[in-house]
């Protein structure tokens, strides 16, 4: 039995059955066999291929795009430029190649990685190369001040909770030990669950799953904290949905294919579509503004992918040609990435929209 498994059942073992988000968060973040912890899973080798590894535009426009929201910012001489959740250091490397050709805004930034994982942050400095650069495990340590954060599929990885509606009422979905493995159960519905259901959603039908993540939603309080004490502009591009809906998806992809998701913890991706509903709202509520989710082919059209690609082409020989033309392709296609993935932006008081979301 692989190693993280026994944990998992010694916990369950010990505390009973775990929620879905505690399944989820020692399957990926476990400090010594969780899935992040023990590899590197992004790549054409890897588990799964991101915008930032098709191409090399997806980290230039950003970086672009936080060059202007450095100048809605009135140009402060310092700003905090986060990611979360860098991977590989790709997209980093390509903004940080572009923003050399802005001087001021190059001056001006400094990069913080918040990253967990031991491989990753291990291949980040490598790929990086650059003094300065710091690594934190969490937001709290990266300093207050005028902030631009990135986080390209970072908030999928987070861990979510299933709330199962039965026919007694609304009730926490947890997973359990079965022979060797795991299956599901669902809690006694509690007045505290149904209290976590959005209105909208209170008289779905027996059977539905609505899902929430409480880490997502620390983010967000994190976010909202710096964006009171300082200016700042937050872009989170991933797969999700901006109304309250219902629906399990929660789901485990090994070597680019589906996997079962309680079959092998530690050795499978896990991730479950964002609730930008539930993120917008937590922002909204304290006095801060969010734009979008738009879709990322929008997004990447309006802030020049063509020209963009067009300039690049024209140096290249056939085959880079090809590769660019191609992953430009797969970043907007509307039947993959483009319209799938979603921009979603959170952004503090008084501050003017940024590029890409202009009416
Ligand atoms: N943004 C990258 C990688 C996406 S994969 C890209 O687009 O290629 C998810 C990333 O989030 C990985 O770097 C993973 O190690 C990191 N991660 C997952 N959970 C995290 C957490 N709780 N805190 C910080 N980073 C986390």
Not at 311 to 336: E, F, P, V
Request: glycine share 8%.
């Amino acid at each position: 039995m692989s190693k993280l498994r026994e944990v998992i059942r010694d916990t369950i073992n010990k505390t009973g059955p775990i929620t879905v988000a505690k399944f989820m968060e020692l399957s990926l973040g476990h400090p010594e066999f969780g899935y992040y912890t023990t590899r590197d899973p992004i790549g054409v080798k890897g588990d799964f291929v991101t915008s930032p590894e098709i191409s090399q535009i997806f980290g230039e426009l950003i970086a672009l795009w936080s060059a202007t929201c450095w100048e809605h910012m009135n140009a402060p001489k310092r700003v905090e430029v986060i990611e979360c959740g860098p991977g590989r250091g790709t997209l980093m490397t390509d903004f940080l190649r572009t923003s050399r050709a802005i001087p001021d805004f190059d001056k001006a930034i400094n990069i913080h990685l918040v990253e967990t994982s031991p491989i990753l942050k291990g291949r980040q400095s490598k790929i990086l190369n650059e003094i300065g650069i710091k690594w934190h495990d969490s937001l709290d340590t990266v300093p207050i001040g005028p902030t631009i954060l990135i986080a390209n599929e970072f908030l999928d990885a987070l861990p979510v909770h299933q709330l199962v509606k039965t026919p007694g009422g609304w009730a926490e979905r947890r997973v359990e030990r079965a022979n060797k493995g795991f299956m599901f159960t669902t809690d006694k519905p509690s007045p505290k669950t149904k209290a976590k259901i959005p209105e909208s959603l209170l008289s779905a039908t027996t059977g539905s799953v609505y899902e929430y993540s409480s880490a997502a939603l620390e983010v967000a309080d994190q976010i909202v904290q710096r964006f009171k004490a300082a200016p700042g502009y937050a872009l989170f591009i991933d797969y999700g949905y901006d109304k309250y809906q219902t629906g399990d998806t929660l789901q485990a992809v090994k070597s680019q294919s589906y996997a079962d998701v309680l079959v092998n913890p530690g050795q499978v991706d896990l991730t479950a579509h964002v609730n930008f509903a539930a993120l917008g709202e937590r922002i909204r509520d304290h006095g801060m503004s969010t734009l979008g989710p738009i879709s990322q082919a929008s997004f990447l059209i309006s802030l020049g992918i063509f020209r963009r690609t067009r300039d690049l082409t024209k140096n290249a020989n056939a085959d880079q040609a090809r590769m660019i033309n191609s992953g430009t392709g797969r970043l907007i296609n509307l039947h993959q990435m483009g319209a799938l993935y979603k921009v979603f932006v959170a952004m503090g008081t008084d501050l003017p929209t940024p590029a890409g979301f202009e009416q």
